[in-house]
């Protein structure tokens, strides 16, 4: 059920700025505020390891859409200075990927319990590939799993 809320979300922040997706969505929303007025707020952790131009985009696009976002990533990336996140896990400044990644299962596992998202997604494919392996490593807590399994399956 998580997947297929947080799916529809998504596909609504896809459409590009502008359009009338998100519009739409939140003119659905508002016709139906007294039913949805008691549902718990969506919240999604990004993580970033590589400054891609356009990424903070993906977060402005959730946050029209009633998501409350949040990012982890290094301070000066383009997804970190969006005014759309509503908080900011940093990880430290970093030369390459591999360098990055080694604090991440730290500060996620601090981000679930300071903050606690209903998903963790990824903004890039070094994200990707680190969220994967997380979801597997035997390492992590349960409750860090739980949220990785949606975007390991």
């Known amino acids: ?3 297929i809320e947080v799916g529809a979300v998504a596909s609504a922040a896809n459409v590009a700025d502008g359009q009338h997706g ?14 949805r007025s008691g549902a718990p707020d969506i919240r999604i952790l990004f993580v970033a390891l590589s400054n891609d131009l356009g990424s903070e985009r993906i977060i402005g696009g959730m946050t029209r859409c009633g998501v409350q976002c949040a990012v982890m990533s290094p301070p000066d990336y383009f997804c970190a200075s969006t005014a759309s996140a509503r908080r900011h896990f940093p990880l430290p400044h970093h030369r390459g990927v591999s360098l990055g990644a080694v604090f991440v299962r730290h500060r996620l596992e601090d981000a679930i319990c300071e903050w606690q998202p209903r ?6 494919d070094s994200a990707a590939w680190l969220l994967r392996g997380l979801a597997v490593d035997p390492r992590v807590s349960p409750a860090l799993r739980k949220l990785l399994v949606l975007i390991s399956t």
Not at 119 to 124: E, H, K
Request: aromatic fraction near 0%; glycine fraction near 4%.
């Open 1 to 3: 059920m998580r997947l």
């Open 22 to 35: 998100c519009a739409r969505l939140g003119e659905d929303r508002a016709s139906h505020a007294d039913a």
């Open 119 to 124: 998903s963790i997604l990824p903004l890039d």
